[in-house]
């Protein structure tokens, strides 16, 4: 009897070139079918609920593949593991409908894309967050967020040349959260650099985007315009004249991959 399997999945895309399958292989997807392979036997293909850029990240991502295997459900993720790069996890597996589908069944993603804005980067998260060495105005970046929550066309916040036959998306939520457990503990030119830049703020700041879904580089091209709204080269309120133009050349430039995640995917149910 032919199964359908979800896992649940995490991975640190540091040395991948991104999640799908592609000619230069080396990616997410190509791991987890070379070990789907050997445990089952079978030539398996997964899809995923996406499909992230080299370099970047997964909390929690879901894939689902069809099988023949007969393997107990809560044995899946510990032989998977032990056949998997230790960058890649699979937390936890579950039978689901035969028409379930990871990516056409979502019904919320979000990511997060977390700004190190001290005057130095942490080497042992360097690979997880985007250096900012001079500190930003992180309420206004929160201003120019609250343009982006609704229903909208993101043409501007995508690639020029995608070929979709629209880019109307919904963000559920748009939020800046500071990250308690960094280290805030300022240094001498940190403080002077506090001074020189009333109403800044040095720390580290997740950038949270909820939406029904998202488009190509969409998330790291608002991270990056967001930036400029920290860094006072764009007004907060701009951020809605930007959206309403439809134009990718009038919003910021896009953010390197590195520092983001895929924090989670939901679906109904589960």
């Not at 592609?22 to 899809?47: C, F, H, M, S, Y």
């Amino acid at each position: 009897m032919r199964r359908n399997i979800c896992l649940v999945i995490g991975y640190d895309g540091t040395g991948y070139n991104g999640y799908q399958s592609q000619p230069e292989g080396n990616t997410i997807q190509d791991k987890l079918e070379e070990a789907l392979g050997i445990l089952t036997g079978e030539r398996i293909r997964v899809a995923g609920s996406g499909r992230t850029d080299a370099g970047v990240h997964a909390r929690r991502m879901c894939v689902n593949f069809h099988t023949e295997s007969k393997i107990p459900i809560e044995r899946w993720a510990i032989a998977l593991n032990t056949r998997l790069p230790n960058d890649i996890v699979v937390h936890s597996a579950r039978e689901v409908p035969e028409r379930f589908h990871a990516r056409h069944d979502a019904v919320r993603k979000t990511y997060r894309y977390t700004i190190n804005c001290r005057k130095f980067p942490d080497p042992f998260r360097r690979m997880y967050e985007f250096h900012h060495p001079l500190p930003l105005d992180i309420e206004a970046m929160r201003g120019g967020l609250k343009h982006l929550v609704g229903e909208h066309d993101f043409s501007s916040f995508t690639n020029p040349h995608s070929t979709l036959p629209h880019h109307v998306r919904t963000l559920y939520d748009a939020k800046l959260v500071a990250d308690e457990t960094a280290d805030e503990i300022p240094t001498l030119l940190e403080e002077a650099d506090l001074v020189r830049y009333p109403g800044r703020s040095r720390g580290v700041f997740h950038l949270y985007l909820t939406g029904n879904g998202f488009l190509y580089n969409m998330v790291r091209i608002i991270a990056g315009t967001i930036l400029q709204v920290g860094e006072g080269k764009i007004p907060p309120e701009e951020i809605a004249a930007i959206l309403a133009a439809k134009d990718r050349s009038r919003a910021g430039p896009t953010a390197v991959p590195h520092a983001l995640t895929l924090w989670d995917v939901e679906y109904e149910g589960f």
